[in-house]
């Protein structure tokens, strides 16, 4: 949480017209009916230890155009990075987004009233298999620094593609 993923997500959206999705989206149309963060952090949980993560992976790939690239907001599990994957193969790649846990706090200031709160909301199971990912990641960015300096990362990820602004 705060490590910037939806920034990324949507500065690929609307500098490069990547479709954006966030599991958090998905989650939502499909289980809940209200925004909390925490409740949709128990869903979230509640559907991986239930075992119906492929289930919430199959819904987010079919909502994709498979001809457009896509940011995809919100892995938290193994077994998204492996749905993707599979689906994608070689066309998929990760970037992990990693920040210091009182940077986070503080984007998320508003969200929380505490940083105590924060700190509870964080160590939720749904959130505990992160790091697992970072070893899979195509290209890992500390977003300690500032908007512009992920934007410059996020660029320079995008020519080593081949892939040009559209703006």
Do not use: C
């Amino acid at each position: 949480m705060g490590s910037g993923k939806t920034s990324a997500a949507s500065y690929l959206s609307s500098k490069y017209h990547f479709q954006y999705t966030r599991y958090s989206e998905v989650l939502q149309q499909w289980r809940a009916s209200g925004e909390e963060q925490d409740r949709l952090q128990r869903l979230g949980w509640d559907v991986m230890a239930g075992g119906l993560q492929p289930e919430l992976n199959a819904r987010l790939i079919a909502a994709l155009d498979r001809s457009r690239s896509a940011a995809i907001d919100g892995l938290r599990h193994q077994i998204d990075f492996d749905s993707l994957s599979a689906i994608f193969g070689a066309g998929f790649g990760m970037v992990f987004l990693e920040a210091g846990e009182e940077q986070r706090y503080a984007r998320l200031g508003q969200r929380f009233t505490t940083f105590a709160a924060f700190q509870s909301a964080d160590s939720h199971p749904v959130e505990a298999h992160i790091d697992g990912l970072r070893s899979l990641a195509a290209l890992i960015i500390s977003t300690d620094q500032s908007l512009e300096d992920l934007y410059r990362q996020l660029d320079s990820l995008m020519a080593n593609i081949g892939l040009r602004d559209r703006t």
